[in-house]
């Protein structure tokens, strides 16, 4: 029992992840080695390595990373920055949230595709639409998810900031928005893993660099090594995104147990 | 005894002018009068359901009396206003900021400066015996020394009157012991104007000059006692025959009430 | 009437006989093969397409399922996939594909050639190549509209990534961009073409003649071939050599009757009558005897297309040159 509870320890746990990837790959690189799978369907390991060496070399690579991150970038921001704002107001005035209300709903289930004809048609074929795409996408989410901070925070804390003369902007500014950070914060992160799908699917048309544009360019050429490159590359993207939000987390929010 | 900070008000601090108070059908307080001099430390018993937290949430705004009306230094009560200030059981304080920030609160509201907001916070820090914790965040801290936070921000505001709902309710008996005398120097040091719930008679005999009792149903006053004891109220002041008397007779009033209450229950 | 009913019996008494003998018989005689057919509204389709309508296809046994696909690239991943039998494709995802090793197909037969069906369309202020200097510029990736245009953009010295913005629209979308302004130039083939040369204020820059391919070996740059699934070609021999005789008699159409051919395309392409007369009567449609000639003996086509390889893997736009004669099977002529 307890050499169970040892053998599982913290170390141990992350060399089984390191070793089950390294499987994996060896696993997925013999298949293809072995022709089982043609290299049109399913690349090797080994190729998509080549191929982003290859892209790396000749800048596209980079090129086509930051052009889909800043696009990501822009889009969030302008997203928190109207979302968490309008938010806190929405979440504490009802008459706010009634006004707001039908617009929210009639928001919420588009997905950011469907925003793509109507953004071309206002901004043409731009970066602006692309920022669009992404703003669209997770400005009503991000909304949602700050309203729902917003009434989670115990309402004595609103009583005695009041009591000690907070009106009521100085209200929301000192009490709620710093109270709401937990949340907002994992809400966030959430919302940046969406703001990265609404990016592809913004390349998918009309673009020229980008990763979902790499993707799907690799797939006008059956350059299937290239598609999957892109798939990685977002996937790992994301993922640093992750652990960089993690870290701001932990420092913005020392102040909880 | 009571340091006399404000100019000398002549007539009552408080004024509760045969206050009503009803949530829908329901009557929590029925024609309170009741005045409240400057200086005094009032402390309101009673059971539960009584209109305690109410009385107290009518002086510092957060409620609106349904009849009569209630005065805080000669002026209407009509919203929240800082010279009214509340401790909670809770402590209420906010988690995200430093105990100096959390005392600061009130003067940051005021748009006092930075450095004189840490000059005031500091003295009243001392003041509740909790300097070196300034940059401490609430939840390294106990229970009686959030509460002690608590009481600080408050004073920092500088109010006319301090409201306490149940304060040390959550509290052990030693740390209770330790904040009611610490409680009772700042009240002799500041000379304001305190009303004070406790449901513990011993309490409201040790800390209060006034005792008020409250029946239920509706919620109104039933008892009204000066409290004579001397300070300071050591452990011989309270095995002395006056300790006793008033313990009683109030001990009483609580009972009846208490009885009418679990009759209005069957 | 009595030799219509003797002819009924006779036909009767000979199916019940074929019955009796054996199913290959019937099965023969009524059950006509399915094939699945990628095209589109694109002029190589055009063969298929009459010999779907006016009959042929069913006379010779075929029944033709037509799917569209506003891409080459996505009918070319039907084919992969298996969800199409035989279709006929502009050559670059083909030649994308074959660089890539994969053996799902076969070439066999070139239907048609033309010239003038594709080109780049630009608005009234760009007068030469050089005013296309920090334009946008739409096109469909991997078509032979976007050779065309990095070949003749490479001609003239301007550089595709640097000097010029291209970007990726599909056929359908592209007169919409057009049309809302978004982008300077198009490069499209008809039928887009037609209706965006139609709009005001629009004027041809250059077409397929410009291609420097054409100029020494008259191939343009995706020119059009046929192709089969090489699994379906090789349990169906016959329904393809079937499927290439209704082609070529479809084709015969074309270049003797035009204006009836025109009358049934116009259902496909949506063009006017004078457009679609011009069109037909613009391009070369081969016939079976020529195949042989240009596939294998001595397989001119197929030279082209082993440049038109090489180009491609000039332009960046495939990795590897593959060797095209190795997917050519000519023997379903």
């Not at chain 2, 009204?224 to 004891?229: E, K, M």
């Not at chain 3, 050639?113 to 760009?126: C, D, P």
């Amino acid at each position: 029992m307890l050499m169970k509870k040892e053998w599982f320890s913290g170390g141990a746990l992350i060399t089984l992840s390191a070793v089950s990837l390294v499987a994996f790959l060896l696993v997925w690189e013999g298949i293809c080695r072995a022709g089982i799978v043609d290299a049109v369907f399913l690349p090797a390991p080994s190729q998509i390595l080549a191929r982003a060496m290859r892209m790396w070399e000749q800048d596209t690579l980079i090129i086509n990373i930051l052009a889909s991150a800043r696009r990501v970038m822009v889009g969030f921001l302008a997203a928190v920055v109207v979302s968490i704002p309008l938010g806190i107001m929405l979440g504490t005035s009802k008459i706010a949230r009634a006004v707001f209300d039908p617009i929210l709903s009639f928001l919420r289930p588009l997905p950011s595709m469907s925003w793509i004809p109507l953004t071309l048609l206002w901004f043409g074929i731009t970066e602006t639409q692309k920022y669009s795409i992404v703003f669209m996408g997770a400005v009503t989410p991000a909304l949602l998810y700050v309203i729902e901070a917003t009434q989670g925070i115990d309402p004595l804390l609103i009583r005695a900031a009041r009591n000690l003369g907070a009106n009521r902007w100085q209200v929301m500014r000192e009490v709620i928005l710093p109270g709401c950070m937990p949340q907002i914060l994992s809400g966030m992160k959430v919302i940046l893993g969406l703001s990265w799908t609404c990016v592809i699917s913004a390349e998918l048309v009309a673009a020229k660099e980008g990763l979902g544009f790499m993707i799907m360019n690799g797939k006008e050429f059956f350059q299937t090594d290239t598609v999957v490159l892109g798939m990685v590359l977002i996937s790992f993207t994301v993922l640093i995104t992750d652990i960089v939000f993690r870290l701001i987390q932990r420092s913005v929010l020392s102040w909880q147990k | 005894m009571a340091e006399m900070k404000n100019p000398t008000r002549t007539g009552p601090m408080i004024e509760f002018r045969g206050t009503g108070k009803s949530f829908g059908d329901l009557k929590v307080l029925h024609q309170v009068d009741l005045q409240v001099a400057q200086g005094e430390f009032l402390v309101l018993l009673g059971a539960s359901g009584c209109g305690k937290s109410t009385m107290l949430n009518l002086v510092s705004g957060f409620e609106r009396a349904s009849t009569g009306s209630v005065w805080v230094n000669g002026r209407e009560v009509k919203d929240v206003d800082p010279a009214c200030g509340m401790v909670f059981q809770q402590y209420a304080l906010f988690p995200w900021k430093t105990v100096r920030e959390n005392v600061e609160f009130g003067l940051k509201m005021r748009g006092v400066s930075r450095a004189e907001r840490a000059r005031v916070a500091q003295h009243y820090i001392e003041m509740v015996g909790l300097k070196g914790f300034e940059d401490s965040f609430p939840n390294k801290l106990s229970g009686g020394m959030k509460q002690r936070v608590s009481i600080a921000r408050v004073l920092a505001n500088d109010p006319d009157v301090m409201l306490f709902d149940e304060p040390f309710a959550a509290l052990d008996a030693m740390t209770r012991q330790v904040l009611q005398e610490q409680l009772l120097q700042i009240y002799e040091k500041s000379g304001k104007t305190i009303i004070f719930i406790t449901h513990s008679i011993d309490e409201a005999l040790m800390l209060s000059t006034r005792m008020v009792v409250m029946g239920a149903k509706p919620g109104r006053v039933v008892q009204d006692i000066d409290n004579d004891l001397p300070h300071p109220r050591t452990a011989e002041v309270q095995l002395s025959s006056r300790y006793i008397e008033l313990k009683r007779s109030i001990w009483e009033t609580v009972q009846v009430e208490v009885m009418k209450g679990l009759e209005g229950v069957k | 009437m009595n030799q219509n009913r003797r002819r009924v019996m006779k036909q009767v008494i000979t199916l019940a006989a074929a019955g009796a003998a054996g199913l290959p018989l019937v099965a023969g005689a009524a059950a006509p093969t399915v094939i699945n057919y990628g095209g589109s509204a694109w002029l190589g389709h055009y063969s298929a397409y009459i010999a779907m309508k006016t009959g042929l296809m069913t006379k010779h046994g075929i029944d033709l399922r037509w799917q569209a696909f506003s891409t080459s690239s996505a009918r070319m991943a039907a084919v992969m996939a298996g969800n199409v039998d035989i279709a006929g494709t502009g050559v670059v995802s083909a030649l994308a594909l074959m660089a890539s090793g994969a053996r799902q197909f076969q070439l066999i037969a070139t239907p048609n050639n033309f010239g003038r069906a594709e080109g780049l369309l630009v608005r009234e202020g760009i007068k030469e190549l050089a005013d296309l200097k920090g334009k946008k510029i739409g096109v469909t990736y991997a078509s032979s509209a976007h050779v065309l245009l990095l070949d003749v953009l490479s001609q003239a010295g301007i550089n595709p990534d640097k000097d010029v913005a291209i970007i990726n629209l599909p056929a359908t979308e592209l007169l919409t961009a057009y049309k809302a302004n978004q982008i300077d130039a198009a490069a499209a083939w008809t039928p887009t073409f037609d209706r965006i040369r139609a709009l005001p204020g629009t004027r041809l820059l250059f077409d397929d003649s410009a291609f420097s391919l054409y100029k020494s070996y008259k191939m343009s740059p995706g020119p059009d071939v046929l192709l089969t699934r090489s699994s379906f070609g090789k349990d169906n021999p016959a329904a393809v050599k079937a499927f290439m005789q209704a082609i070529f008699e479809a084709n015969a159409m074309l270049t003797q009757k035009p204006e009836e051919s025109a009358r049934i395309l116009l259902e496909l392409t949506s063009l006017s009558m004078e457009e679609q007369l011009g069109v037909i009567k613009q391009t070369e449609w081969f016939t079976l005897a020529d195949q042989k000639a240009l596939m294998s003996d001595p397989g001119n086509f197929i030279v082209g297309l082993q440049k038109l390889a090489e180009m491609l893997v000039k332009l960046k736009q495939v990795d590897s040159m593959p060797q095209v004669r190795q997917w050519v099977n000519t023997t379903y002529l």
